[in-house]
């Protein structure tokens, strides 16, 4: 079992920076891949990121390529993601998400429905 905590969301304005900080409990942290995902009321969950157990791999939505960055301190069972440049459609619960690494398709790792451990989520809301 796995618990999640995010921390870090907040209310900034557009172009503003913000980091979501993520902790896990357990000692195999590093066997997991981590993803943050994010949604509106309303919406589909929707996928950010992603990063690999050793963090020697990561994967972004395209809406936020470029301007987001995932990463991961292993010996502290934590996983981040930084956000810049901030815009209002970035607003939403984010959700750090955690599954096992194992040998499936690439692309399972992008779908919310993959992963088995979910935290209670963290407010992001950018104002225009």
């Known amino acids: 079992q796995v618990q999640l905590v995010e921390s870090g969301g907040g209310l900034v304005q557009t172009g503003d920076s913000l980091k979501l900080s993520c902790a896990a409990s357990?000692?195999?942290?590093?066997?997991?891949?981590m993803g943050w995902f994010r949604q509106d009321p309303g919406k589909e969950r929707e996928f950010v990121a992603r990063i690999s157990g050793s963090g020697a791999t990561t994967d972004y939505a395209d809406s936020v390529k470029g301007r987001f960055t995932i990463s991961r301190d292993n010996a502290k069972n934590t996983v981040y993601l930084q956000m810049n440049s901030l815009k209002p459609e970035d607003t939403a619960v984010y959700y750090c998400?955690?599954?096992?690494?194992?040998?499936?398709?690439?692309?399972?790792?992008?779908?919310?429905?993959?992963?088995?451990?979910w935290g209670q989520g963290a407010q992001v809301t950018v104002s225009s």
């Open positions: 998400a955690a599954t096992r690494t194992r040998m499936i398709a690439y692309s399972a790792y992008l779908r919310a429905s993959t992963y088995d451990y």
């Open positions: 357990g000692r195999t942290f590093s066997s997991y891949v």
